[in-house]
């Protein structure tokens, strides 16, 4: 059983020991969608404000959803399309105060307003995207985006098999 409560009154902490709880929960463990499946569980119970913590798996070109928390989501994504596909077409973090501003933001869950999405990366390739949504107004901000590059890191090591 894994027994991972954790709470911190500053992100930089949260983050920190978020990273260290993620490192230990993939250690040893080949299994990308296990391990992607443990990370979606851990944020979702561990960062307060969010409606929607999860992945898109790089399929050949195209998002394909993987494992989350939350409501049920669009299953197929373009590269390009909306928040998620802006990241996987960039390789940059996309972090959006309001998504109804977001040309071609697709709205899988109308509570959500602020999104951010951070691209994994191995070797140069994109692996999946790391998905967050909340339904509070720029939510998230500069530490929470350094906090979820970290844990985008930790993954990126983890997810060496294709998808
Ligand atoms: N809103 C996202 C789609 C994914 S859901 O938020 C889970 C987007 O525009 O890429």
């Known amino acids: ?7 911190a009154d500053d992100k930089p902490t949260l983050y920190r020991d978020l990273a260290a709880a993620l490192k230990g929960l993939v250690a040893g ?9 443990n990370a979606a569980a851990l944020i979702f119970e561990s960062v307060p404000g969010l409606n929607w913590a999860g992945f898109y798996r790089n ?5 394909v959803l993987g ?8 299953i197929r994504i373009a590269f390009g399309q909306g928040v998620c596909g802006a990241a996987a077409a ?7 105060d309001d998504v109804r501003s977001f040309p071609g933001h697709i709205a899988c869950d109308a509570a959500s307003v602020s999104e951010l ?3 994994i990366v191995r070797d140069g390739h994109l692996i999946a995207v790391l998905d967050l949504d909340s339904p509070d107004a720029a939510r998230f901000d500069e530490e929470d985006e350094a ?4 844990l985008a890191a930790v993954l990126g090591r983890s997810l060496a098999v294709l998808l």
């Open 29 to 37: 463990e080949p299994d990308p969608i296990a391990n992607m499946a």
């Open 147 to 150: 906090g979820f590059v970290a």
């Open 90 to 96: 960039t390789l940059k973090v996309q972090r959006v």
């Open 117 to 119: 999405v951070v691209p």
């Open 1 to 7: 059983m894994h027994d991972f409560t954790i709470t």
């Open 59 to 63: 399929v050949c070109g195209e998002l």
């Open 67 to 74: 494992p989350f928390q939350g409501r049920p989501a669009c």
